[in-house]
């Protein structure tokens, strides 16, 4: 489709959808200096009009349902069961208020409270909270309750450095800073692995927390996790784990068998909500009987009769977001867990890390490309592969494959900054792809790389067969050319 | 597939985690339910024990509003390519970012502001990000709350901005409004990064003062930060034009489902000053010419702010939020129009002044601050024998909602255009029975 | 897309979705000859994968909420709004039985039965059935109507004749011809309008009744209704008119006005429910208190207190389907007349017609277009045009220009044969599209109209753009190598 | 607009419309309920007086059956694209066509057939159809139906037939099966165009003498036409494994929602000769090459067929029918697989066995013909003091939705994968009260 803008099909007078009139005289109680006296400047579309837009822009979107959509690793991307969204949409949730008596919600409370205690298990914590809306803001919550432990501990102002690895989620370094901790981060050894003498020179009486990423971006498990956590306990510090790559390890090894104090899970990713362009999403947070304490709040427990939320928590770091989380993705993950069991969590575990050492086997075999560290063993949930021979011997780089990929009808992210592993690809297949899925995948890969050697402009001037052509990234960096609303698009470039 | 990786069982793909680590039972949960038809029976009971506000009459508000939403609103929002899609390149997902640089432009027009953030989590994380950019600007401290604040949001406000500012809670004055005297004695003391109000305060008052506000504000050298509800931004002034420098708050009423309080979005707006673009921590998406003359094309505006991009030296941090809800918030706002935010403000205003009206005539009801401006939210007191809370339980057994406790003699009511003043006569008939 | 076969993706072993297993013993009763033997040969595929398939060849259609859709003229493509989508997933509708206890169907009932007094109300009919599946059930309901109704005056022997214009919908004629009655069709006079000479020649004492379309597939009214009618009547024959193009006057002019005995309306095209790909749809038969006692059974009716159907209709023609309806679309319909109102559908009638006679400015612009008949005069719901000068000029026909619109994210349908019209193609834009979507869609034409002239290949060889280029249609004539399923084809084309 | 057409109003474009037939009154309808959220109200309130299947246990069959519907199938067809697409060209709407031939397909692989129609309006239509296509393959008169048949569809079928054909109803023997000796009979007296069988049968049962109808048939130079239920047909043979030459029924139990009976399809299927092909009044979709090697395009087998091309020259009629009916059962054998629909038959078939066997130790309960193999229906007939009206009555009450009535003492009862053990013993325990 070739769609314009959504202000470009406004046509005076046309309206989408009524509001109901009042039944009632208006009321004019708003002084003067309050009361909008011009309209804002909303597009005038009717219904079909506005339909038809988003229907067509939809279309021109990829996903987990439409592609083989291996590419952003890291984010795991699976298959998020149709019927899950049914029961979001099902009026019994959709349509219940936050507020509403306990009595009213029992069924969600039920909900919240199962999905908390098979965490419990499934990490091994203590206890679990379901607030934060999403990974990051699980991560938050981690430091925030991190700062109220040493804080109730009167070691606050002693500790206030955090340590994590580069190949860890760069929000672990930036949720710590946020919370005000200085951050020290670690690169790896030679082999790839968390640099353990690194990290016995960076801890101290200083040290708040390890924040640390297991298996890495990189897809590598830290064999000698458990040593890095009695480095830092021995210290006096926290460790937290962050389990964004949990998918591949779920029923084979826990957050509290290696002996971490924290721990969170994306539920949109290890347990199937969808990602929904970027969220909603939903976090939980894992933590051993020492924190819990210092929990978000309400807490939902059951006194053998009724569900209840619990408010009287007087060491908690309080809300972490309105009411008690992205309830609909909870009841998604309570759904998908639930349809498992404990075997079809490990099944799920192992096959998408079979099928990951699968795809790293014949990416491999693709000329250009390597997977740097770790020579010769296995990876868990990913692998981050480098085109670095390629670019070198081509000129051509790793953003050019993945645009040219698009014209092919999938497509990769680079990778988080910064690119320690050269001119990045990490790609994280999940169980719900099959194998020849991943053959298609491994093949469009392979004629990226043949074109790349072969007509290397197809592949830098790429994508072809897209909505769009290359863009014009300068121009989001100026401040006299970027446009984030049309109000300014029409201000700065069409001089409106 | 074993054999294709030259792999005996999956063990060997574990090779790395220690034995001693490994669970070797398997995990302890309930029996599956594998069947899809099971599955829904399962949850469906648990549904079932729920009872919603479509099956009762809800006069909950406080920060989640039940609003009617749109059939085109779920159904773009529902459709797999957006409930599915994530991270892409501007090329093969090139719809997600124009539909969210949609979402920003109708979100600027109705706040009069040029730049708009792809959402935060929520409303609470907006005001707490609008306050430490506010932070940033000024190189200042300290932070003053002039209007009534949910105290939830307090939490998460207080919590946020600690290790780097004071917040200073102004008590209100007369009326429900704030207490000009007493900000003006903040000011004075200086270090002030940001003054921050609500319009609608969580008490529903749309206080007459908010303008003021902005005179004391930046006479201080501070900036003025306001809070506001956006369904009512079709007849209450954008803060923008009473002199807001940062504006932020919550799409939930913009066609998003009450969902258990679960569906948020938190959007933070400014004119287009690179001070202040460049403090933004969020994804802030741009229109940008490609190869091709006359091509509409997407990115990330000043990418290098952001934690994805230099980790702990970005803004705050950024990470999946509640882009699909923005999604959702556009497709609302595309089909309200300018003449459906107008008329939905106005209906809501009167219904809001009729439910004051009506309630304030039943013996042993009273509405404190009932000639303030009110928008769907409004205090409700109770003078008589029962308290709030037992009050509220009178009417469950009606089958009404009764508004959220906020002491033992005040509750928090709420009313939009989903409510027909039949409903309001209801609720009043009720209270009659139950308040005397 | 280049989306392979269902049965090409399967993969052994695959499941989409698992099955309850017995919680009591197999049953073993059936014989050996009854019992199957060899599985079905379906593909075996996961969720993902057939979710994937169909998300993809949903993609690959067009409809009225992705395109201009005003090329399928008599074909009243308008918007259904969404809203009504909603009350047909409600389970409390979704998931009602036919049978069950009228005590727990109240609402439901109610709906039908109100439906049917504003159908009467738009007819001006004494009653109306909402059991045809369809536009042609409902036809066929009538003319079986039509004979039960001869058959109890003893006439039906003597009157086996039926009359139709060509220019009605075709299975006017075929239903007739299925409920055992000859044909007899008219041809218009010179001026495109139904030729009341012909009618004169046609009628008499055989003559059982009239079917006929007003306006008709051209867009032309018939000024003369009133009188062809009273012909009818006065040659002791019955009336029966087709509403398929009723969109166009809604609250202008109602079927019993002209002295119709029955009629029809597709609440699938006037009433919004939506096409579905071809079905389900939804008919309804509206008759005079004479035929009334020959309507399907049951009738919804109200007592005063409770809604209930009743069965004891003795000279009724019975059951044209399966138990009431395509209830779902009942409900879209009542939901869209109740949003509408009286002024409300009347506007839309207006709007429709206001649009047509606007594109048809358009398009007669365009050099090689033309509409024959009724020269000068305004048209109703819809035109059936011309490219019989273009075709002649050029040697591109009214198919390749359809095809070639394809290219541009549009389409138009030719028309029903025998294309009495020569080289016909049949807009109707309805009340749902803008100003600026007709001007698109005849920017469209003109276009390929001159590509037609100046570059007659490219049109000639059309699509260039779709899924698919020019399919052999002979192959689908010949016995030997038609292929109506994938076993057919493995056998007849692949010798598997 | 009117300006651009040259029209002063709208009333120019009635020109052709007499006076004399004008209504010069606005219709008398209910006032309009404009906005979307009164709509939803007042249609939502009519709605909530219905109690559906999901809030009682329902034992209620009889042609019209209650099985889970995946939800990956009210994805697919609740997608704008198919559910509002139509009679588009096989270029713009390949999707369309490739998905009704690939319907076509799996319903062939389950049949054992090799073409199979677009579908008709339903089951009804089907049998209808099919009978009067061996009436015009045969030039023979009368039809012979042999298994107990919906008196529904008896009713339509006989309207139908009655211009060209003969319905002869062949009486039931012992225990529910056909009576061989009377068909024999009717046979002999010559001008028989088909022998029309069910399997099951509308009471539920899967006559052993099915296959034995084909050869009694044959010899007569007649056709065999066997009505099935598709769902049946992962552990039932296919009618033509035992000689059928044309099967037919309706698609309702492959994915379709109850919708009070509203979903339906009617499925008919021949091997591929010629003039089985050439008596179609459906549409039928055929795989066809196009001008690009290895492409797969479709279109229309022998259009020359339809009324479409010929009008009442055609085979009957074609019209709109039931086509997104097709793709959702399509989706749902797709989902299913082998594997699936041999499972869920054989779950189906085990649930009827344990209810005939439970139901029949119930006191005042028997259940005729209970030795002769079911699927799904039954028949359950109450000796005791109550009707099976009167025990329905009762059954509602504790919120079971009974079968449906036969006569006085009889009814129909139904079970399906959905229904559990604990469902057939809640029936049976509530019939130990109410049926003594």
């Known amino acids: 489709w070739d769609e314009p803008l959504l202000f470009e099909l406004s046509s005076p007078g046309e309206r989408g959808v009524l509001v109901p009139e009042p039944g009632v005289p208006l009321d004019d109680s708003l002084p003067e200096g309050l009361r909008r006296t011009t309209p804002p400047a909303l597009p005038e579309l009717s219904q079909l009009h506005?339909?038809?837009?988003?229907?067509?822009?939809?279309?021109?979107?990829?996903?987990?349902?439409?592609?083989?959509?291996?590419?952003?690793?890291?984010?795991?991307?699976?298959?998020?069961?149709?019927?899950?969204?049914?029961?979001?949409?099902?009026?019994?949730?959709?349509?219940?208020?936050?507020?509403?008596?306990?009595?009213?919600?029992?069924?969600?409370?039920?909900?919240?409270?199962?999905?908390?205690?098979?965490?419990?298990?499934?990490?091994?914590?203590?206890?679990?909270?379901?607030?934060?809306?999403?990974?990051?803001?699980?991560?938050?919550?981690?430091?925030?309750?991190?700062?109220?432990?040493?804080?109730?501990?009167?070691?606050?102002?002693?500790?206030?450095?955090?340590?994590?690895?580069?190949?860890?989620?760069?929000?672990?370094?930036?949720?710590?800073?946020?919370?005000?901790?200085?951050?020290?981060?670690?690169?790896?050894?030679?082999?790839?692995?968390?640099?353990?003498?690194?990290?016995?020179?960076?801890?101290?009486?200083?040290?708040?927390?390890?924040?640390?990423?297991?298996?890495?971006?990189?897809?590598?498990?830290?064999?000698?996790?458990?040593?890095?956590?009695?480095?830092?306990?021995?210290?006096?510090?926290?460790?937290?784990?962050?389990?964004?790559?949990?998918?591949?390890?779920?029923?084979?090894?826990?957050?509290?068998?290696?002996?971490?104090?924290?721990?969170?899970?994306?539920?949109?990713?290890?347990?199937?909500?969808?990602?929904?362009?970027?969220?909603?999403?939903?976090?939980?947070?894992?933590?051993?009987?020492?924190?819990?304490?210092?929990?978000?709040?309400?807490?939902?427990?059951?006194?053998?009769?009724?569900?209840?939320?619990?408010?009287?928590?007087?060491?908690?770091?309080?809300?972490?977001?309105?009411?008690?989380?992205?309830?609909?993705?909870?009841?998604?993950?309570?759904?998908?867990?639930?349809?498992?069991?404990?075997?079809?969590?490990?099944?799920?575990?192992?096959?998408?890390?079979?099928?990951?050492?699968?795809?790293?086997?014949?990416?491999?075999?693709?000329?250009?490309?390597?997977?740097?560290?770790?020579?010769?063993?296995?990876?868990?949930?990913?692998?981050?592969?480098?085109?670095?021979?390629?670019?070198?011997?081509?000129?051509?780089?790793?953003?050019?494959?993945?645009?040219?990929?698009?014209?092919?009808?999938?497509?990769?992210?680079?990778?988080?900054?910064?690119?320690?592993?050269?001119?990045?690809?990490?790609?994280?297949?999940?169980?719900?792809?099959?194998?020849?899925?991943?053959?298609?995948?491994?093949?469009?890969?392979?004629?990226?790389?043949?074109?790349?050697?072969?007509?290397?402009?197809?592949?830098?001037?790429?994508?072809?067969?897209?909505?769009?052509?290359?863009?014009?990234?300068?121009?989001?960096?100026?401040?006299?050319?970027?446009?984030?609303?049309?109000?300014?698009?029409?201000?700065?470039?069409?001089?409106? | 597939m074993l054999a294709a990786v030259g792999a005996a069982s999956t063990e060997e793909f574990y090779a790395d985690v220690p034995e001693s680590i490994r669970l070797r039972r398997p995990l302890d949960l309930p029996a599956a339910l594998r069947s899809e038809a099971e599955l829904v029976r399962h949850v469906g009971a648990l549904l079932a024990r729920n009872t919603g506000t479509e099956d009762a009459l809800s006069f909950l508000g406080a920060g989640c509003y039940r609003h009617h939403v749109p059939a085109v609103v779920d159904e773009v929002i529902n459709r797999s390519e957006f409930l599915t899609a994530y991270a892409g390149e501007p090329y093969e997902d090139h719809g997600r970012f124009q539909a969210l640089w949609e979402y920003q432009s109708l979100m600027g027009e109705l706040l009069e502001m040029d730049v708009v953030n792809v959402p935060a989590y929520d409303g609470f994380q907006a005001s707490a990000t609008a306050l430490r950019m506010a932070g940033r600007i000024t190189g200042r401290r300290r932070l003053l709350l002039v209007t009534a604040l949910d105290p939830d949001k307090l939490s998460k406000v207080d919590d946020y901005v600690r290790p780097v500012h004071d917040l200073v809670v102004v008590p209100g004055g007369a009326g429900g409004r704030a207490d000009l005297d007493a900000v003006r004695a903040e000011l004075a003391a200086g270090d002030v990064a940001a003054v921050y109000a609500e319009a609608p305060s969580y008490l529903g008052i749309v206080d007459p003062a908010l303008p003021e506000l902005a005179g004391l504000a930046h006479e201080a050298g501070a900036l003025y930060v306001v809070g506001c509800n956006p369904i009512s931004l079709g007849v209450v002034a954008p803060p923008a034009a009473y002199g807001a420098d940062i504006a932020c708050g919550d799409i939930q009423p913009l066609g998003l489902h009450l969902a258990y309080g679960g569906l948020n979005g938190g959007f933070i707006a400014t004119h287009d000053e690179e001070r202040f673009v460049a403090e933004f921590p969020s994804r802030l998406f741009g229109l940008a010419p490609t190869a091709v003359e006359g091509e509409y094309g997407f990115g990330d505006v000043a990418y290098e702010r952001t934690s994805f991009a230099v980790r702990e030296e970005g803004k705050e941090w950024v990470g999946t939020a509640a882009a699909l809800n923005g999604i959702t918030a556009g497709v609302y706002l595309a089909l309200m129009g300018p003449q459906g935010m107008r008329e939905i403000g106005q209906t809501i205003m009167a219904n809001t002044r009729y439910a004051i009206r009506r309630l304030a005539e039943v013996p042993g009801v009273e509405v404190p601050y009932a000639d303030a401006p009110h928008f769907a939210d409004f205090t409700v007191r109770f003078t008589g024998a029962r308290t709030a809370a037992e009050v509220g339980d009178a009417l469950l057994e009606r089958g009404i909602f009764g508004g959220r406790v906020l002491s033992p003699a005040d509750a928090l009511y709420c009313v939009t255009e989903v409510h027909g003043k039949d409903d309001i006569d209801r609720l009043a008939t009720a209270l009659q029975e139950i308040a005397k």
């Open chain 1, 50 to 496: 506005v339909l038809r837009h988003y229907l067509r822009l939809s279309q021109e979107n990829l996903g987990v349902d439409l592609n083989i959509d291996v590419g952003q690793g890291t984010c795991t991307m699976k298959y998020s069961p149709k019927v899950n969204d049914r029961f979001v949409r099902d009026p019994k949730l959709a349509e219940l208020h936050p507020l509403q008596d306990e009595r009213t919600v029992q069924g969600v409370l039920e909900i919240i409270y199962r999905l908390e205690r098979m965490l419990r298990e499934i990490s091994g914590m203590d206890r679990v909270s379901l607030q934060p809306g999403a990974g990051s803001a699980a991560i938050y919550a981690n430091v925030a309750m991190i700062r109220a432990y040493f804080a109730a501990r009167g070691e606050l102002e002693q500790r206030d450095e955090v340590i994590t690895t580069i190949f860890s989620h760069p929000s672990n370094a930036a949720c710590a800073k946020t919370a005000g901790f200085k951050v020290i981060t670690l690169y790896p050894d030679a082999d790839g692995y968390p640099d353990i003498e690194a990290l016995k020179a960076a801890v101290g009486p200083r040290t708040a927390a390890l924040l640390i990423t297991n298996p890495e971006d990189t897809g590598i498990f830290n064999p000698r996790i458990e040593e890095f956590v009695r480095i830092v306990h021995d210290a006096g510090g926290l460790c937290a784990y962050d389990q964004a790559n949990a998918n591949g390890i779920l029923g084979i090894t826990r957050a509290r068998d290696a002996g971490f104090d924290l721990c969170h899970f994306n539920l949109h990713k290890t347990f199937s909500t969808p990602h929904a362009c970027g969220g909603p999403a939903a976090g939980a947070c894992g933590v051993t009987e020492a924190l819990a304490p210092f929990l978000p709040k309400p807490t939902v427990e059951f006194d053998g009769t009724r569900y209840h939320l619990d408010d009287d928590r007087p060491e908690s770091v309080g809300k972490i977001r309105p009411f008690y989380g992205v309830v609909p993705n909870l009841v998604r993950a309570y759904a998908w867990i639930m349809s498992l069991g404990a075997e079809g969590l490990r099944e799920a575990a192992e096959v998408a890390v079979l099928n990951n050492n699968y795809l790293m086997k014949k990416v491999l075999e693709i000329r250009g490309a390597s997977a740097p560290y770790a020579e010769g063993r296995r990876r868990i949930e990913q692998v981050r592969y480098s085109w670095a021979t390629l670019a070198e011997e081509t000129g051509v780089h790793t953003e050019d494959i993945g645009y040219r990929a698009a014209d092919f009808g999938t497509h990769y992210w680079t990778s988080h900054h910064p690119f320690v592993v050269p001119e990045p690809m990490t790609l994280e297949p999940t169980e719900s792809y099959s194998r020849a899925d991943l053959d298609e995948y491994a093949a469009i890969l392979a004629e990226v790389a043949r074109e790349a050697y072969e007509e290397p402009e197809t592949v830098r001037t790429a994508p072809h067969r897209s909505t769009v052509h290359r863009i014009r990234q300068d121009t989001l960096e100026d401040p006299e050319t970027w446009a984030v609303t049309w109000r300014a698009y029409r201000r700065k470039i069409l001089g409106q």
